[in-house]
């Protein structure tokens, strides 16, 4: 049986672990929907070098592994685990979530663009007053599952040291010379985090397939 | 920085060398998990009452934990439990377990999207259940699953670099190796590492690609 006085015993660095896991995750989410967003209006754009740009870092980005990355950063620029973890987190998930806004954009129609530009809007207006509202609504469940694989790849700050909850699990494990209780108890904490996530994304899911 | 002295012919084959490593286990896992997640996918299709719900606490529970977690789990929590794995066949079985959850995902909802006509029709021209999804539904849903099943694949390959927890001798694992002799060798190891798995991983996604488009 589980040996509950590892939780209640660690409780503060299993926590501390968790805090940080949420916080890394949350900083990575902001400025990868960001980075995301720029990249993908970069694929767009009626500019042939910056499609090519756009594309060259999306395809680039999502066929190496995020640990390449991170290594990148924490070895080769010697940032601290916990942001070169961030950083590569960012960096990787932007590639996903461009790709994912992308297809989005590309998905409403044509005639949308047409239609906004030949009522006198810039293309920046129709992009941001007609096209996007619509892009909205097929995005959202595909950035849903890039949060919930974020918070899964976060755990990737255990390898450089970046005090997550995987590397708090190390800790704990190195302290009490238990593996198995230890590692489940790191396992229910990330699935408190991540259930509740894949049941709101499949909800939002039927949700807007239905509308349809 | 010092390309010359890092990319030594020596240097290469050892990469090379993690590389097959690399692309054997990420095979093997593929594989294992195709079997085990169609298995675990059409049991869950048919709703084979008890089972297709134990079945989806795993596959729920598994698809929602970090792979990284399930490595390390693997490798070192299972010997308290007196099941200790050398360390190939424990990434092969961490990485199976994890992508056999992701795999049967694929191949459920690759069967749901066959249209329900399909099953009734061949029920009513008389195939029992089990012939109608081997005969009918199975053939179209598999051409339908092609593509993302290869981007599983992608993903495998990625995967795998975690194993380094573990020390498994894959790629990243002997990139390590060849930079921890000196400092000056690790920008140009990265990204030949780096290299050398995009240029697998982006061939595949435009076999994938290729692939959807003939589909459509």
């Given at each position: 049986m589980l040996d509950f006085s590892i939780l209640t015993e660690n409780l503060d660095m299993y926590l501390l672990g968790f805090k940080n896991t949420i916080m890394s995750s949350l900083v990575a989410l902001v400025s990868s929907l960001i980075l995301g967003v720029l990249i993908a209006i970069m694929r767009i754009a009626p500019i042939k070098p910056l499609n090519w740009l756009g594309t060259a870092y999306v395809e680039f980005i999502r066929n190496i592994p995020l640990l390449i990355i991170t290594f990148f950063f924490?070895?080769?620029?010697?940032?601290?685990g916990l942001y070169a973890g961030t950083l590569a987190l960012t960096i990787y998930t932007s590639s996903f979530i461009a790709e994912a806004i992308r297809a989005g954009i590309l998905s409403v129609p044509k005639g949308q663009m047409e239609a906004a530009r030949s009522s006198g809007l810039t293309y920046g207006q129709a992009m941001r007053l007609v096209i996007l509202p619509q892009a909205v609504k097929i995005v959202i469940p595909p950035l849903g599952n890039q949060f919930i694989n974020l918070v899964k790849n976060s755990s990737i700050l255990a390898v450089v040291a970046g005090l997550d909850l995987m590397y708090h699990g190390d800790l704990i494990s190195s302290r009490t010379f238990v593996v198995f209780d230890v590692y489940i108890f790191v396992a229910a904490f990330y699935l408190i985090l991540t259930i509740p996530l894949s049941f709101g994304v499949g909800y939002l899911e039927k949700r807007l397939a239905k509308s349809n | 920085m010092d390309f010359a002295g890092a990319y030594t012919p020596d240097n290469l084959k050892f990469l090379l060398e993690g590389f097959w490593v690399t692309l054997q286990v990420a095979f093997i896992s593929i594989i294992l998990s195709f079997i085990i997640g169609g298995l675990v996918g059409i049991i869950r299709y048919a709703k084979v009452p008890v089972l297709s719900q134990i079945l989806a606490l795993i596959v729920e529970t598994v698809r929602n934990l970090p792979l990284l977690l399930i490595i390390f789990f693997t490798y070192f929590a299972l010997p308290e439990i007196r099941i200790k794995l050398e360390i190939i066949p424990a990434a092969i079985v961490a990485l199976t377990i994890f992508e056999s959850a992701m795999l049967s995902e694929v191949i459920r909802s690759g069967l749901k999207s066959i249209d329900k006509g399909q099953m009734e029709a061949a029920r009513s021209s008389g195939l029992s259940y089990t012939q109608a999804l081997i005969h009918i539904i199975l053939p179209q849903a598999l051409r339908r699953m092609v593509p993302p099943i290869v981007s599983q694949f992608i993903s495998l390959l990625k995967d795998t670099s975690l194993a380094v927890v573990i020390s498994l001798p894959e790629l990243t694992h002997h990139g390590q190796i060849i930079y921890g002799q000196s400092q000056k060798y690790l920008i140009p190891i990265l990204i030949l590492v780096a290299l050398m798995y995009f240029i697998v991983n982006y061939s595949l996604s435009l076999v994938a690609q290729r692939l959807e488009l003939k589909r459509t």
């Open positions: 924490f070895l080769g620029l010697k940032l601290s | -």
